[in-house]
């Protein structure tokens, strides 16, 4: 697996798999079918109910430890300094880990300070590889960047044909941090798997729409972690690394750009409050 090298030197695959919005019960089958296929990374959240699951299915794989990359993040309501060593120590206790290898603040809201001097500290102690930030705007970055002595290693944001985060991702190559598409996909909205120039391309390379994005995003130096529970579709995910795309290719997905997110705008006040007083099931 090829892999792109963060900020303080740590190697992390450019392709990985993301398990939100698989259901707990799920999640040990799909991570399991995932390590079988070849991922080696994996990215969870304390948000997503599916942590312990994570573990087990790590545990049954047999693959030793250093051969995968495991990120999880830290929830909003678990924000401060002495909350976030609790929510790590929490985090990897339902992994059944010893050390992760990213750490990541999952919004960029409530006490992000405090969070970090503690997520610097767990680095310190090299109980985690690597920390880093995630659905942090380009301002956010550079205040926490400027006003801390480690520089984020990752920021993972919406990133995706409809979002594409050319400048965003600039300004984080300017400052050592590397850019990490979450929704790679934008979860199919915009009719993505049919779209007919996407189609296009794939058709003249013999792939799918789904690997173009893909293969579109790490020959952009986009780390990406998409999501499926099926077996055959995790294999296709992967399989992003014997072609190219041309330059005109590229430039006809530039023009698929909305400059917004399908989702929601993490600087919206009514998101910054729902998603900031979201508390964790348990
Ligand atoms: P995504 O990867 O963009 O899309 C997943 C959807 O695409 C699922 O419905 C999946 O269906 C389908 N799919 C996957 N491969 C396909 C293929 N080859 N052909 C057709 N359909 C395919 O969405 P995502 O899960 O939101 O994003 C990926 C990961 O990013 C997450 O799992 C999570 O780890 C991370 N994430 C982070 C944040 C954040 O705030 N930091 C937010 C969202 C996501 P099936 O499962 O049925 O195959």
């Known amino acids: 697996m090829r892999t792109v090298t963060l900020n303080n030197g740590v ?45 087990r299915a790590i545990r049954a794989s047999g693959i030793p430890r250093e051969e995968l990359f495991v990120t999880t993040k830290l929830w909003v309501s678990d924000t401060g300094e002495d909350r976030t060593r609790r929510a790590f120590e929490t985090s990897l206790r339902k992994l059944g880990l010893d050390h992760l290898d990213l750490y990541l603040i999952h919004q960029p809201y409530g006490d992000v300070y405090g969070s970090w001097r503690a997520m610097e500290a767990l680095h310190r102690q090299g109980l985690t590889r690597a920390i880093g930030v995630s659905n942090f705007h380009g301002d956010r970055l550079v205040d926490l960047i400027d006003h801390n002595e480690v520089t984020p290693a990752v920021n993972q944001v919406e990133t995706h044909p409809f979002h594409q985060r050319t400048a965003d991702q600039e300004l ?9 598409s979450w929704g790679p996909f934008a979860e199919g909205r915009n009719g993505l798997f049919t779209h007919p120039e996407l189609g296009k391309i794939a058709a003249a390379h013999g792939k799918s729409v789904a690997q173009v994005v893909l293969r579109w995003l790490v020959q952009r ?15 296709e995910n992967l399989d992003v690394f014997d072609f190219e795309l041309t330059a005109d290719q590229m430039t006809a997905i530039a023009t698929l750009d909305t400059g917004a997110s399908v989702f929601f705008d993490h600087r919206d006040p009514a998101m910054v409050s729902r998603l900031g007083n979201a508390t964790l099931d348990s």
Do not use: C, H, W
């Open 172 to 180: 984080m190559r300017g400052r050592g941090v590397q850019i990490e």
């Open 11 to 55: 190697e992390m695959p450019v392709l990985g798999f993301g398990v939100y919005q698989i259901p707990p019960e799920q999640t040990e089958r799909a991570v399991g079918d995932a390590l079988a296929a070849g991922y080696r990374s994996l990215d969870t959240a304390a948000a997503y109910g599916n942590e312990e699951a994570v573990g």
């Open 221 to 235: 130096d986009v780390v990406v972690i998409p999501k499926s529970v099926r077996a055959e579709r995790m294999a």
